[in-house]
T-cell receptor, first 113, second 113 residues
Framework: EAGVAQSPRYKIIEKRQSVAFWCNPISGHATLYWYQQILGQGPKLLIQ????????DSQLPKDRFSAERLKGVDSTLKIQPAKLEDSAVYLCASSLTGGNTIYFGEGSWLTVV | GNSVTQMEGPVTLSEEAFLTINCTYT??????LFWYVQYPGEGLQLLLK?????DKGSNKGFEATYRKETTSFHLEKGSVQVSDSAVYFCALSSGSTLGRLYFGRGTQLTVWP
């Protein structure tokens, strides 16, 4: 079974530039999550989708971050404009509806300089 | 609210030593508890889980028991190997939050031959 796919794996951008990350969840998983993991900390939820609807985006900095899951399958997370403190690993994860086991992708490593 | 507290790292052990990584939690409702492992340069992998009080999760020689009375979920392994070197994250999922995970800060484990 294929896991959660993410791209790009690594990205370096200058502050005030924009960046987009893509995620394809495990087939059949209706719930999709984006987490932010800053170095030395545990992952923090940014946004949770159920199919193509947003369940929780309370921790998403909406002035600069946006995410979409238009067809209820793959998803894109965008940052514009980026700040230095956005340097982190962006983890995509998925789970079955009502499931409590979440499967993570390998992450997209962002460095803002 | 929901939160997880892990013992501070880093933890350094010799091969075949006994490992304990402490984890305590606060939660609303009846949480499920997890240990995730992150090897260098990789994403999070589910190591083990327990969904109700007194359950014991186990995998690859690691064990953790869900203790409701002490709100704890300590990770143990009787004999660690060099290949166990990684960052370990304790996490909880409260039933009221549809699978969203709350993570501890992580504990870096290094095992020397």
């Amino acid at each position: 079974e294929a896991g959660v796919a993410q791209s790009p794996r690594y990205k370096i951008i200058e502050k005030r530039q924009s960046v987009a990350f893509w995620c394809n969840p495990i087939s059949g998983h209706a719930t999709l999550y984006w987490y932010q993991q800053i170095l030395g900390q545990g992952p923090k939820l940014l946004i949770q989708f159920q199919n193509n609807g947003v369940v929780d985006d309370s921790q998403l900095p909406k002035d600069r971050f946006s995410a979409e899951r238009l067809k209820g399958v793959d998803s894109t997370l965008k940052i514009q404009p980026a700040k230095l403190e956005d340097s982190a690993v962006y983890l995509c994860a998925s789970s079955l509806t009502g499931g409590n086991t979440i499967y993570f992708g390998e992450g997209s490593w962002l460095t803002v300089v | 609210g929901n939160s997880v507290t892990q013992m501070e790292g880093p933890v350094t052990l010799s091969e075949e030593a006994f490992l304990t990584i402490n984890c305590t939690y606060t939660a609303t409702g009846y949480p499920s508890l997890f240990w995730y492992v992150q090897y260098p340069g990789e994403g999070l992998q589910l190591l083990l889980k327990a969904t109700k009080a007194d359950d014991k999760g186990s995998n690859k020689g690691f064990e953790a028991t869900y203790r409701k009375e002490t709100t704890s979920f300590h990770l143990e392994k009787g004999s660690v190997q060099v290949s166990d070197s990684a960052v370990y994250f304790c996490a909880l999922s409260s039933g009221s939050t549809l699978g969203r995970l709350y993570f501890g800060r992580g504990t870096q484990l290094t095992v020397w031959p």
